[in-house]
């Protein structure tokens, strides 16, 4: 009876997809049709658009939370006018809602595209007004970020391509 247990369960491991994998013999083998979608590569664009989501609405958060902090940034604006404190508030409005989509996956390409528009006008805008800086150097590299992930067609975790 226990040779019989035996060879059934080698038939079963040589039948195993898993079995051709090395160390599939071992308890918590990874089967081959889940080693294919593991690997690092196939989740950068997934951390890229969640970490493009989360800078977005960090931002986004703070403009609305303080817009009178951001009023500087308006161009030929004054700082203290009720038009600029406007803008910063819609302007905060649209990085949190772009931040939320790409957080969650919906429509991602969408999103970053958007993403993308945006920070070019505010490195544009940012570089024109006050030449080059850290923040023109930080938002240029988020725009490349958001750049990356528009055109990423492939991610996980999305509930619309």
Do not use: C
């Amino acid at each position: 009876m226990a040779r019989r247990n035996r060879v059934n369960r080698a038939a079963a491991r040589t039948a195993s997809p898993s079995a051709a994998l090395p160390g599939a013999q071992f308890a918590g083998a990874v089967p081959a049709t889940r080693s294919a979608s593991w690997p690092p590569q196939t989740w950068a664009p997934t951390a890229a658009r969640v970490t493009l989501g989360l800078v977005l609405l960090w931002f986004g958060v703070h403009e609305l939370t303080q817009p009178s902090l951001w009023t500087g940034y308006v161009p030929l604006i004054s700082q203290t006018s009720k038009l600029a404190i406007g803008l910063v508030l819609f302007h905060g409005w649209v990085l949190s809602v772009l931040g939320v989509a790409l957080v969650l996956g919906v429509v991602p390409r969408l999103g970053a595209a958007v993403s993308a528009l945006l920070l070019a006008e505010i490195v544009v805008s940012l570089t024109l007004t006050g030449g080059l800086s850290d923040i023109v150097a930080r938002d240029f590299g988020v725009l490349g970020l958001a750049l990356a992930v528009w055109a990423t067609s492939e991610q996980g975790l999305r509930l619309r391509n």
